[in-house]
T-cell receptor, first 110, second 113 residues
Framework: EAQVTQNPRYLITVTGKKLTVTCSQN?????MSWYRQDPGLGLRQIYY???????DKGDVPEGYKVSRKEKRNFPLILESPSPNQTSLYFC?????????FGPGTRLLVL | GDSVTQMEGPVTLSEEAFLTINCTYT??????LFWYVQYPGEGLQLLLK?????DKGSNKGFEATYRKETTSFHLEKGSVQVSDSAVYFC????????????FGTGTRLLVSP
């Protein structure tokens, strides 16, 4: 089954404790991206990747890092999380103009 | 820059009522337009899309027409069901550069029996 998976689905952490949210797709898509969803703001792009080893900032990249060492994986790294990064995060991959989204990761930073 | 404006929610309807969710956009060039749906606790799923002016996207009884003259892509359904309760996002993808996807803020639909 074609899908985008994310882990964990839910995470509670404390300020400053590094964390990684994994994202994997099995559709051999070149383009992948990360979004955060906040009430009243819709989805905003954090980072995207056009292919392996090619990443770039989206609209709200501050406080986040990404890497793309393999085509299927695109982890999101929060080196020092802060409470304003409490949000719902979605990974997506894209082929021919259509984006496929993961199920989301709900993060709470205390 | 490119942007999408959706009507504020929630939209509350009774089952079998007619649904319209308004969406207008601002973009340079000729964007592709999308409606995504997010059911409770799930990720976004593509509902329908249209890639050029006057195209009509349709799926699961929903439809939307790409209106270039009014820069609109309103979502409609003739008879909603309780199972249609969800958040609906209008989005555009530019046809230049890396085709960034720009989302509206989402409209929550609540359908009661």
């Amino acid at each position: 089954e074609a899908q985008v998976t994310q882990n964990p689905r839910y995470l509670i952490t404390v300020t400053g404790k590094k964390l990684t949210v994994t994202c994997s797709q099995n559709m051999n898509h070149e383009y992948m991206s990360w979004y955060r969803q906040d009430p009243g703001l819709g989805l905003r792009q954090i980072y995207y990747s056009m292919n392996v080893e090619v990443t770039d900032k989206g609209d709200v990249p501050e406080g986040y890092k990404v890497s793309r060492k393999e085509k299927r994986n695109f982890p999101l790294i929060l080196e020092s999380p802060s409470p304003n990064q409490t949000s719902l995060y979605f990974c997506a991959s894209r082929q021919q103009g259509t984006q496929y989204f993961g199920p989301g990761t709900r993060l709470l930073v205390l | 820059g490119d942007s999408v404006t959706q009507m504020e929610g929630p939209v509350t309807l009774s089952e079998e009522a007619f649904l319209t969710i308004n969406c207008t956009y601002t973009a340079t060039g000729y964007p592709s337009l999308f409606w995504y749906v997010q059911y409770p606790g799930e990720g976004l799923q593509l509902l329908l899309k249209a890639t050029k002016a006057d195209d009509k996207g349709s799926n699961k009884g929903f439809e939307a027409t790409y209106r270039k003259e009014t820069t609109s892509f309103h979502l409609e359904k003739g008879s909603v069901q309780v199972s249609d309760s969800a958040v609906y996002f209008c989005a555009l993808s530019t046809n230049t550069g890396f085709q960034k996807l720009v989302f509206g803020t989402g409209t929550r639909l609540l359908v009661s029996p």
